[in-house]
C-alpha cells in the first residue's frame, strides 16, 4: 500500500531516487537542467536547488525510499519551477516543530524544513502518519501572483497500518481543486476505495465538483464506496464551490466567525443506486480565510476561529493541531486546511 500512495504522489513525474549524497547531485542537475529549458532565472534555480538538497539529506536521514522530481510551470505570464518530494515513512510526528525549525525530535525531518519553507514562494505539506511524506514546494519571481497552501495531515486507525481516509490537491493557473474521501469502515478495503476514488478525481478535476461527484459514483460499484467532498477554489474571483456527498466537514473559518457546510445522506459508489443526491454551496471566500475539510474521524467540536495564532500558521500547522485536538482514536482520521 505505501508504494501506491507514493507512486500516486508522482503521478506523471520522473524522480530521481535518492539512495546516496552523489544522487542529491543528480537531483540538482536536474534542475538546472529544467531551469535552463524552461527559461527560468539562475536565481529561483539556485533557490530549489537548495531546497532539494535540504530534502534529500532529510529522507537519506529520516526516512525510507524518497524520491524527487522536478518539473517546470507557469503562473500566467511567469515561468517557475515545482519540486517534488516523497518518501515511504515512517512518516512525520510534528511537523510543526520541523517547520519553526526547533531541535530535531523523534519522528521529525529535523531543522531543514524550516529552510524549505523559507527558500520557496510557496509550500505545500502532505503527512500520512506511519506512511510517508510528501512536499511540493513552487519557486516563482516575487511579481508572480501568490496562490494558497496547502497541508494534510492524515493517520489511521490505531488497529491499521494503512488508512481508508484520502485527500488530493489539484492546480489551475487560476483555481485549487481539493479533494478528501473516507473509505467506509477502515484497513486495506477502505483504502482501495479511496484510492479508487481519488484515481477518478485525477482524470476528473478540472470539471465540476459536481460532476467530479458523478463521476466517482459511476466507477466505485465495486468498492465499499466513499463519502466525499470535492472543493473548488476560484482565485481571482474569491469564491469556493463546495459539493459533498456524506459526513465529510467543511468549513470556511476566518478570525472568530466560521461557516459550516455538509454533505447530502448518500454514499459515492453505493451498489444498487443509479443516482445519488449531491449537496453543492457556493460562497464567497476571502484571503484571510481557510478551508478546512475533515473526515469522521474529527470530532464535530472542531473549533480554531477563536485561535489568533494558530490562523497564522503554516496549513500544515493547522491540520496537525486540529488532528492532535480533536482526532478520535477508533477511526481514521484526515484533516485538509488550504489558505
Known amino acids: 500500500m505505501e508504494a501506491l500512495l507514493t507512486n500516486e504522489w508522482l503521478l506523471g513525474l520522473d524522480p530521481v531516487f535518492v539512495i546516496d549524497d552523489a544522487s542529491l547531485t543528480l537531483v540538482r542537475d536536474s534542475i538546472r537542467q529544467a531551469a535552463a529549458g524552461a527559461g527560468v532565472a539562475n536565481e529561483l534555480a539556485e533557490r530549489a536547488a537548495l531546497v532539494a538538497s535540504e530534502l534529500g539529506r532529510n529522507h537519506l536521514r529520516h526516512a525510507r525510499a524518497g524520491r524527487i522530481a522536478v518539473r517546470s510551470i507557469t503562473r500566467g505570464e511567469h515561468r517557475g519551477l515545482e519540486l517534488v518530494a516523497v518518501d515511504r515513512g515512517p512518516g512525520v510526528l510534528d511537523m510543526a516543530a520541523a517547520i519553526d525549525a526547533l531541535p530535531r ?14 527558500l ?9 502518519v506511519g506512511e510517508g511524506t510528501h512536499v511540493r514546494a513552487r519557486f516563482f519571481d516575487r511579481e508572480a501572483p501568490r496562490r494558497r497552501e496547502v497541508g494534510i495531515y492524515g493517520r489511521p486507525h490505531e488497529d491499521e497500518k ?21 473509505g467506509l469502515g477502515h484497513g486495506p478495503m477502505a483504502r482501495d476505495a479511496s484510492m479508487a476514488a481519488m484515481h477518478v478525481f485525477d482524470q476528473h478535476h478540472d470539471e465540476s465538483p459536481s460532476d467530479i461527484l458523478e463521476a466517482c459514483h459511476r466507477s466505485l460499484g465495486d468498492t ?23 459526513n465529510i466537514d467543511v468549513q470556511v473559518a476566518a478570525v472568530r466567525q466560521v461557516r459550516r457546510f455538509g454533505g447530502s445522506s448518500a454514499v459515492v459508489g453505493e451498489r444498487g443506486r443509479t443516482a445519488m443526491r449531491v449537496r453543492t454551496d457556493r460562497a464567497p471566500f476571502g484571503q484571510s480565510e481557510l478551508v478546512v475539510l475533515t473526515t469522521d474521524g474529527i470530532s464535530s467540536k472542531l473549533s480554531i476561529e477563536h485561535d489568533l495564532e494558530l490562523f497564522r500558521s503554516h496549513p500544515i500547522v493547522v491540520a496537525q493541531r486540529i488532528m492532535e485536538r480533536f482526532a478520535r482514536q477508533n477511526d481514521d482520521a484526515l484533516v485538509l486546511v488550504a489558505r
Open 105 to 118: 525530535a523523534v519522528g521529525t525531518l529535523g531543522v531543514g524544513i524550516g529552510s524549505v519553507r523559507r
Open 120 to 128: 520557496s514562494s510557496e509550500v505545500d505539506f502532505d503527512v500520512r
Open 162 to 182: 494503512v488508512s481508508g481516509d484520502h485527500a488530493r490537491v489539484h492546480r489551475a493557473d487560476d483555481a485549487l481543486v481539493l479533494a478528501v474521501c473516507d
Open 224 to 246: 465499499r464506496g466513499v463519502v466525499m467532498s470535492v472543493c473548488r477554489v476560484c482565485e481571482d474571483a474569491g469564491t469556493v464551490e463546495i459539493s459533498s456527498v456524506g
